[in-house]
């Protein structure tokens, strides 16, 4: 009976997004095994993620050194939720008896129990479901619950140190993702960003601001602030480890971002805010909170899926600026309580 399982093995992904996502399926094996403890092994860039949950135990980092034998013979149980064939052979190195994930890139003899990717991808269902499923054909039924990140008094602390340096510690903020690390057809366009941010300035004078970045968009702010200069617009370039981005973020009364990790962390940490969708789908990787809501102007092409727009990118230029002002100006009224 696996809901006695003592020791369970995690083999996390790489993507920020689908890090927050897959934290769900975590929280609800801990609801039906609370004796359950918890690794994550995990790439670098989803560490802090995983870290930051409140069900899980330990993360391991992979590394071309991690430990194979180690984990073997500690664990009885790994869940696979990568679908990379790296991920399926990695498990089966650690000699670790049942490893449980879904059928891709002929890795099913890697595993010892394989689910039908096909047959789940045909549902259209949203991203958290895939994670579920793998969960679930372990500890069988799981709740659905909405990922929970915790962000600790240090990390709260160190957060208002920084604000303080920057001149935004007694500003109510707005947290703005303007880039996405997928590729520049998710990112709604520099100048509408640019001309919601004076709006926010002008119509909210106690307002901070403070824009978010990974390093390979970090550009992206960094050319909007260029354009708009005032102390009450502070961009994190990209230099801040990602859980000190996350207790940043958990300082802001509202979120405006792309579909990205940032979106999902927002959504994660109950922020209302808004998103904007282009070419890819919210029904299938949508922010699993509903107080964060979904702005798109639908074209026939959308979604595409594609990481680069081949035309004239018409899914973001014509969801314009004065099209998401309503919604976002009574967003924040809201928050702000005015």
Same mark, same amino acid.
């Given at each position: 009976?696996?809901?006695?399982?003592?020791?369970?093995?995690?083999?996390?992904?790489?993507?920020?997004?689908?890090?927050?996502?897959?934290?769900?399926?975590?929280?609800?094996?801990?609801?039906?095994?609370?004796?359950?403890?918890?690794?994550?092994?995990?790439?670098?860039?989803?560490?802090?993620?995983?870290?930051?949950?409140?069900?899980?135990?330990?993360?391991?980092?992979?590394?071309?050194?991690?430990?194979?034998?180690?984990?073997?013979?500690?664990? =009885? /149980?790994?869940?696979?939720? !990568?679908?990379? $064939?790296? #991920?399926?052979?990695? &498990?089966?190195? @650690?000699?670790?008896?049942?490893?449980?994930?879904?059928?891709?890139?002929?890795?099913?003899?890697?595993?010892?129990?394989?689910?039908?990717?096909?047959?789940?991808?045909?549902?259209?269902?949203?991203?958290?479901?895939?994670?579920?499923?793998?969960?679930?054909?372990?500890?069988? =039924? /799981?709740?659905?619950?909405? !990922?929970?990140? $915790?962000? #600790?008094?240090?990390? &709260?602390?160190? @957060?208002?140190?920084?604000?303080?340096?920057?001149?935004?510690?007694?500003?109510?903020?707005?947290?703005?993702?303007?880039?996405?690390?997928?590729?520049?057809?998710?990112?709604?366009?520099?100048?509408?960003?640019?001309?919601?941010?004076?709006?926010?300035?002008?119509?909210?004078?106690?307002?901070?601001?403070?824009?978010?970045?990974?390093?390979?968009?970090?550009?992206?702010?960094?050319?909007?602030?260029?354009?708009?200069?005032?102390?009450?617009?502070?961009?994190?370039?990209?230099?801040?480890?990602?859980?000190?981005?996350?207790?940043?973020?958990?300082?802001?009364?509202?979120?405006?971002?792309?579909?990205?990790?940032?979106?999902?962390?927002?959504?994660?940490?109950?922020?209302?805010?808004?998103?904007?969708?282009?070419?890819?789908?919210?029904?299938?990787?949508?922010?699993?909170?509903?107080?964060?809501?979904?702005?798109?102007?639908?074209?026939?092409?959308?979604?595409?899926?594609?990481?680069?727009?081949?035309?004239?990118?018409?899914?973001?230029?014509?969801?314009?600026?004065?099209?998401?002002?309503?919604?976002?100006?009574?967003?924040?009224?809201?928050?702000?309580?005015?």
């Amino acid at each position: 009976m696996k809901s006695q399982l003592q020791d369970l093995l995690v083999y996390g992904v790489n993507w920020i997004g689908d890090a927050v996502i897959s934290l769900a399926t975590l929280q609800g094996i801990r609801k039906v095994s609370p004796s359950t403890l918890i690794t994550v092994l995990s790439s670098s860039s989803t560490a802090d993620i995983y870290r930051m949950s409140p069900v899980v135990e330990r993360v391991v980092e992979r590394s071309g050194s991690f430990n194979r034998p180690e984990l073997g013979k500690r664990f =009885p /149980l790994a869940l696979c939720f !990568p679908l990379s $064939f790296r #991920s399926a052979i990695d &498990l089966w190195l @650690t000699g670790i008896p049942e490893r449980i994930g879904f059928t891709h890139e002929f890795r099913s003899l890697l595993l010892t129990r394989s689910l039908d990717y096909r047959e789940w991808k045909m549902r259209a269902q949203h991203q958290s479901t895939y994670y579920r499923a793998i969960g679930e054909a372990a500890f069988g =039924p /799981l709740p659905v619950e909405r !990922p929970e990140l $915790f962000v #600790s008094d240090e990390l &709260l602390r160190r @957060t208002d140190n920084y604000l303080e340096r920057n001149g935004l510690q007694k500003s109510p903020l707005i947290g703005i993702n303007p880039g996405a690390h997928y590729g520049s057809a998710k990112m709604w366009p520099e100048a509408y960003y640019i001309d919601v941010i004076n709006r926010i300035l002008c119509t909210f004078p106690d307002a901070g601001i403070v824009m978010f970045a990974g390093k390979k968009d970090r550009d992206v702010p960094a050319r909007i602030q260029e354009k708009i200069k005032t102390s009450r617009l502070l961009s994190t370039d990209g230099k801040i480890e990602l859980m000190l981005s996350v207790a940043v973020l958990s300082r802001c009364c509202f979120v405006i971002t792309n579909d990205s990790g940032m979106m999902h962390i927002g959504a994660a940490l109950g922020k209302p805010g808004v998103a904007f969708f282009g070419p890819t789908d919210p029904v299938a990787t949508g922010p699993q909170s509903s107080s964060i809501r979904i702005l798109s102007h639908p074209v026939r092409c959308a979604p595409c899926l594609l990481r680069e727009c081949p035309i004239d990118h018409r899914c973001m230029e014509r969801l314009t600026p004065e099209d998401v002002w309503p919604s976002i100006r009574r967003g924040i009224s809201e928050a702000l309580g005015a």
